[in-house]
């Protein structure tokens, strides 16, 4: 009944206060599992026997990154095999994180660029910037994972050389 995909989430909330987003306030304190308690979760799905794909519907899957990288090698290290999915934050992300998800199976990721105009990221109150997407996303595409941006054109203080900046970021990376 289950079949082939599964979400699941390790974490409640955002511990981030981006301009254009109400999430955190709604949700509440930023909140996670434990590795033990999610590593009792994924050995409970691979017993279901039909999963090979999850989606793992954090805001902030990678936050803190150690955490992650303790996720991540966990799953390498249980060999639950295991396709996934994930918003990422760019900025949380490094070299070995982006080796951990290959390894563990990530096929691709969310990020959430909203600009390449550093102007227009700090304007968002992102903690990101632009030098964070060239540096993952170049990356994530040698690791073989497919990366999806969400974009924001026209937020307040937008200007043609803000665009602009978006645009070249995009066919940058």
Same mark, same amino acid.
């Given at each position: 009944r289950i079949g082939e995909f599964v979400a699941i989430r390790t974490s409640k909330s955002c511990p981030f206060a981006c301009a254009f987003c109400s999430?955190?306030?709604? =949700? /509440? =304190?930023? $909140?996670? *599992? /434990?590795? #033990? +308690? $999610? *590593?009792? *979760? &994924? #050995? %409970?799905? %691979?017993? $279901? /026997?039909? $999963?090979?794909? &999850? +989606?793992?519907?954090d805001d902030t899957v990678n936050v803190p990154r150690g955490r992650f990288k303790d996720l991540l090698r966990m799953m390498i290290g249980k060999g639950y095999r295991f396709r996934w999915n994930a918003n990422l934050r760019a900025d949380h992300a490094d070299a070995e994180c982006i080796d951990l998800m290959r390894r563990s199976g990530c096929e691709g990721v969310f990020l959430g660029v909203e600009s390449g105009s550093d102007a227009m990221l700090k304007r968002m109150n992102k903690t990101s910037r632009s030098a964070d997407y060239r540096r993952v996303i170049p990356q994530l595409r040698d690791a073989g994972i497919l990366t999806h941006c969400s974009l924001i054109i026209g937020f307040p203080g937008e200007t043609r050389d803000t665009v602009r900046e978006t645009i070249d970021l995009i066919e940058e990376v």
């Open positions: 999430y955190p306030q709604q =949700a /509440g =304190a930023y $909140v996670y *599992e /434990g590795i #033990d +308690a $999610v *590593e009792q *979760e &994924l #050995d %409970r799905i %691979r017993r $279901v /026997g039909t $999963v090979t794909t &999850l +989606a793992f519907i």
